[in-house]
């Protein structure tokens, strides 16, 4: 009796006879042999079925097989250098295939199709080699996180996704009826997870979260995953101390778990391998000069135009990728202007006008992967920072309460998992890294 394996283990059956349940993905005959590609979902491999040894009818029947014929395969594990997979360098020599479903006309095609094409069958599109490597990296990234707050002795606790007020600026709240009230979907855990840490010291929210953007950009979708770790007694430095162990971690276990996925994406290893602790770190001010060094220099008219900024600007992301561009590791920027910055964020001592914010950068012209904080302690400070940026202070009462028993310096940040899985993956759109994107012109399928 063949064992069932999954394709993913077939380097531990080498020389055994195994059944494989999958899918056929293409297939090329040569004369007497028939060089199929079969996925199980766990992996790819090579199956080679030989005509004298299945016989005539079994060979023609196969050879017939359509892209995505659904089959049981039964066979040897052998190992051969040039075969192609995932794990690479093995292969079944075939003994017998049950076939459940011939399919003549499957619409993705190893030939190339235009993106809008493939989003409208993202339901299949899942399947390719490459889509389903993404997700399979994506797992391990959160798995990766959670692996590393959970060791840290972090609480995991969910929270709200309907809302009642803004937490990150009015432009982007997806509204909701609730039983005729006005509520938003969540932009962020984060003000319910200060309530939280004042309760549990150091906790993480790790879930959905919706923004109505309303630009079509590379980096943004109306859903995406955020973790947000929060901790207490907890100040600007201990948070960038603490994100640098975060990502080297998430980047390395990535790597050490997921290498066959990413070589797949043809990813540079080797530029993955180099984040490591510590990152640099500059403050806004600095990012501000670089920038007006590099526009200077620049003798091309558009460039200059692109890289166009003032002191008190937020980047975009032409001078995201001018200023990362010099460090082979992501770029820590701290202390934004107030301005542009949500309103909850601890003044800087003596500056007012500049806040405890940090962001991280992400290289290879990726951009922010974190946004993060100090956030205000004081109970009074906080009240008029709510006034100033017009939020009605009764749905905030809650919220400035936590300053009034028990306050301490406190920091957290949110990591949005879309964005990282993009730099990981190397890839050049975030739409790829959702099995299902929402983005500004498409929520389907
Ligand atoms: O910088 P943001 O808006 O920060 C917050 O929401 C804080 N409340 C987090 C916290 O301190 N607890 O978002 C954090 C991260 C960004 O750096 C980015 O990685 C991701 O969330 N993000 C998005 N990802 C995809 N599409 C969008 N529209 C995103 N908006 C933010
Ligand atoms: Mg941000």
Redesign the pocket.
């Known amino acids: 009796m063949a064992t069932e394996i999954r394709i993913e283990q077939i380097a531990n059956h080498v020389g055994q006879e195994v059944t494989i349940k999958g899918w056929l993905y293409a297939s090329t005959p040569k004369g007497k042999l028939l060089f199929m590609r079969l996925r199980d979902g766990s992996g790819i491999t090579q199956a080679v079925a030989f005509r004298p040894e299945i016989g005539d009818e079994q060979f023609e029947l196969l050879k017939r097989l359509g892209q995505e014929s659904s089959l049981i395969v039964t066979g040897t594990v052998r190992n051969n250098e040039r075969a192609p997979g995932i794990p690479k360098g093995y292969e079944v020599g075939v003994t017998a295939v049950t076939v459940l479903q011939n399919v003549s006309d499957y619409p993705i095609t190893p030939k190339e199709h235009g993106v809008e094409f493939l989003m409208d069958n993202r339901h299949l599109w899942l399947r390719s080699s490459q889509q389903w490597a993404i997700m399979r990296v994506r797992a391990t990234i959160k798995r990766a996180i959670i692996d590393f707050l959970d060791n840290q002795g972090f609480l995991n606790i969910d929270t709200p996704i309907i809302t009642p007020s803004a937490?990150?600026g009015t432009s982007t709240l997806f509204e909701v009826n609730y039983f005729d009230e006005k509520a938003y979907l969540a932009?962020?855990?984060?003000l319910y997870?200060e309530a939280n840490i004042m309760a549990f010291g150091k906790v993480y929210c790790f879930g959905p979260?919706f923004?109505a953007?309303k630009s079509k950009t590379r980096?943004?979708?109306?859903e995406?995953w955020?973790v947000?770790p929060?901790m207490a007694y907890f100040d600007l430095d201990d948070l960038m101390a603490f994100e640098e162990q975060f990502v080297s971690y998430i980047v390395q276990t990535t790597l050490a778990q997921r290498r066959n996925e990413l070589e797949y994406l043809e990813r540079d290893l080797t530029v993955l391998e180099k984040i490591t602790p510590p990152f640099p770190r500059i403050s806004y001010d600095e990012a501000i000069a670089r920038i007006h060094a590099i526009r200077d220099a620049s003798d091309d008219p558009q460039q200059k135009e692109l890289l166009a900024i003032e002191w008190g600007d937020d980047f975009g992301s032409p001078h995201e990728t001018e200023l990362t561009k010099r460090f082979d590791k992501p770029l820590f920027v701290y202390g934004y202007p107030t301005q542009v910055k949500?309103f909850y964020m601890e003044p800087w001592s003596g500056r007012p006008e500049v806040c405890k914010s940090v962001?991280l950068l992400a290289p290879e012209g990726y951009g922010?992967?974190?946004?993060?904080?100090e956030r205000m302690s004081d109970p009074d400070m906080l009240i008029a920072a709510i006034q100033r940026h017009e939020l009605p202070l009764e749905h905030y009462q809650w919220y400035v309460e936590l300053r009034k028993y028990g306050s301490v310096p406190h920091s957290?940040?949110?990591?949005?998992l879309?964005?990282?899985v993009a730099w990981i993956c190397g890839l050049d759109h975030?739409r790829q890294t959702s099995p299902f994107p929402r983005t500004l012109n498409r929520m389907k399928p």
Do not use: K, V, W
């Open positions: 937490a990150e932009q962020t855990g984060q997870n979260t923004r953007e980096r943004h979708l109306a995406f955020m947000e929060e949500a962001d922010e992967i974190i946004g993060g904080s957290g940040f949110g990591l949005g879309e964005r990282t975030i």
